[in-house]
């Protein structure tokens, strides 16, 4: 919907409201005709129900608003004297048009010394509990929102099992397009699995002013571009659907090109505007090594010095890539498998791979290889290993499913570029050549038609041979440059698909334990309520927060105390 249409719903609103109500207003002292005027008959309504006039803003804000207009209709009817659990029910199903009733066929009488307190202890609860979640639904849709990291691209600077505090205000908070939805949950209904959502109507993209604007390097929140997933959590149907741009899956990766920056990617390394591009302290670029040892390499003679607290430092390939289609050609036809797909097979070895089936495999000392991630730092440590013979990093072939998905690019992940990052305002020139790079805009994220005459190419039902980009678009990658799924496959991200900043995780455990039992072990006090964004190691408030807890805690017992006293 656009403003004008949303405008036009607001007047429709309005005149129900009207119809709805007058009565009501006149019975409470006041004249029907400010029931009419917008704005200034929910600040009338506000007197009559003897409740907080700034609750009026909340009825504008999405989302709470869903919230607070159940509570708005059922504080009016408890005013002229319906308090029923039926009248309650009956004003919700309804959508508020119960009060008509009340309006037309009853004799209504304003009470306008009610009281406000609920008449029982489940009243009290349910009031209480409504507030908490009004409450919090306006901080974590435009404040901080939590967020989980379930993958390893940002290794070493994020951790799976990490819990993060993204701030909406950093860039500014985006108004939720979607604007029929469940409070503080994502695209889907917790256990039912199904959308917590209704696809229409759509607010027309709006974002509030932020405080600073991103740079380079800042890890970033952001809904994916590309998503392909039914549901964020747990989707392993495979299946496809359409969701609007505050409901795609949420990911976090680091901002490595800005608007109006030139990308290229040098055997992994990232260069911008001819610069090779300096990360922070904390941010620890992996990639994948072949190590070759001396001898066959088992649990006694598997390098010990990667096994730490925080990771293995070993990538394994899932046990379902040998039941890769390719895989099982290429046994029938006896072919050498060392590089079929993304990774070589001997990354299985130390996962228990049979020296018997390395030979039907046609692998030579398969049995002293493995792939590992490394830190340069951990290449160092390795290479000095006794065991070692050597250790070189795989730096992997073109491929297509590359961005912009040119085969004449030659491009792989490990070599990309250059590629230059649309800016708002900026003009590029198009034609046959150039249009891959931006036909994703064009259409999809500027909401343009974009067809083909032959060579030449329609915006909009007219022939163009430029084109102005509309908002800033951003290339972002994860540090683990070989397990990571990021601008490279999909390209640019459109700011109006950006969530916030990560500034704090306040909380962190090795989610992929085994029980629940083993990831309470797996806690990492150390890395509870540290700060994500800066240079130098994290700085942690732990202890803070912790005092702050014990003495809250302390003050409500005391208090719960002396009230129980009196």
Not at 83 to 91: P, Q
Not at 92 to 115: M, W
Not at 379 to 393: A, F, H, Y
């Amino acid at each position: 919907m656009t403003f004008t249409e949303w405008f036009i719903f607001f007047i429709f609103i309005q005149v129900i409201h009207f119809l709805g109500t007058w009565k009501l207003y006149v019975r409470a002292g006041r004249k029907a005709w400010e029931a009419a005027i917008p704005i200034y008959n929910g600040v009338v309504l506000m007197q009559i129900i003897n409740r907080p006039k700034w609750w009026i803003f909340l009825l504008f804000i999405p989302v709470v608003n869903l919230l607070m207009f159940p509570v708005i209709w059922i504080e009016t009817i408890r005013t002229f004297g319906f308090y029923k659990k039926l009248d309650s029910f009956l004003v919700i199903v309804t959508l508020g048009l119960y009060i008509f009733y009340i309006n037309y066929k009853t004799d209504a009488k304003y009470n306008a010394e009610r009281s406000l307190k609920p008449r029982s202890e489940l009243g009290e609860w349910v009031s209480s509990i409504t507030f908490a979640i009004i409450a919090a639904t306006l901080v974590h849709t435009y404040f901080m929102q939590p967020f989980t990291i379930p993958t390893s691209s940002l290794e070493k600077s994020l951790l799976i099992g990490d819990y993060l505090f993204v701030s909406k205000f950093h860039y500014g908070a985006r108004v939720p397009s979607t604007v029929i939805a469940a409070p503080m949950v994502h695209d889907s209904l917790p256990f039912t699995g199904t959308a917590s959502y209704l696809k229409k109507p759509q607010l027309p993209y709006t974002r509030l002013p932020g405080l600073q604007n991103i740079k380079n390097n800042d890890i970033v929140c952001f809904n994916w571009p590309a998503d392909s997933l039914a549901t964020m959590w747990g989707d392993t149907s495979g299946k496809f659907t359409y969701k609007p741009v505050d409901k795609k899956t949420n990911y976090v990766k680091r901002c490595v090109g800005i608007a109006g920056d030139s990308l290229e990617i040098k055997n992994g390394y990232v260069y911008i505007n001819g610069k090779k591009n300096e990360l922070p302290y904390r941010a620890k670029i992996q990639f994948y090594y072949t190590y070759t040892a001396k001898k066959a390499i088992d649990r006694n003679t598997f390098p010990k010095f990667l096994i730490n607290k925080e990771r293995t430092g070993v990538y394994k390939i899932a046990n379902d890539y040998w039941n890769d289609s390719r895989v099982q050609e290429a046994f029938k036809k006896g072919a050498n498998l060392t590089k079929i797909g993304a990774d070589s097979l001997f990354t299985e070895v130390a996962g228990g791979v049979s020296q018997n089936l390395a030979t039907r495999l046609k692998m030579e000392n398969v049995a002293n290889k493995i792939n590992i991630n490394l830190t340069e730092e951990e290449v160092i440590l390795l290479r000095k290993q006794p065991n070692t013979l050597s250790v070189t990093k795989i730096n992997y072939a073109a491929d297509n499913a590359i961005f912009p998905h040119i085969e004449s690019n030659n491009w792989s992940q490990d070599n990309f570029g250059p590629i230059y990052i649309p800016k708002a305002g900026a003009t590029v020139k198009l034609d046959a050549k150039s249009l891959p790079y931006y036909e994703q805009i064009i259409k999809n994220y500027e909401n343009n038609d974009l067809t083909f005459v032959g060579e030449d190419i329609y915006i909009n039902g007219e022939k163009a041979d430029s084109y102005t980009f509309k908002q800033d678009y951003y290339w972002l990658m994860g540090d683990n440059r070989h397990n990571s799924l990021d601008a490279r496959y999909w390209g640019y991200v459109p700011f109006d698909h950006v969530l916030g900043k990560p500034v704090m995780i306040w909380f962190s455990w090795d989610a992929n334990a085994s029980s629940f039992g083993e990831k309470i072990k797996s806690i990492r006090w150390n890395r509870m309520f540290t700060t994500v964004g800066g240079d130098g190691e994290p700085v942690s408030y732990r202890y803070i927060v912790f005092i702050l807890i014990a003495l809250y805690i302390g003050y409500s017992f005391f208090k719960a105390k002396r009230k129980k006293a009196k």
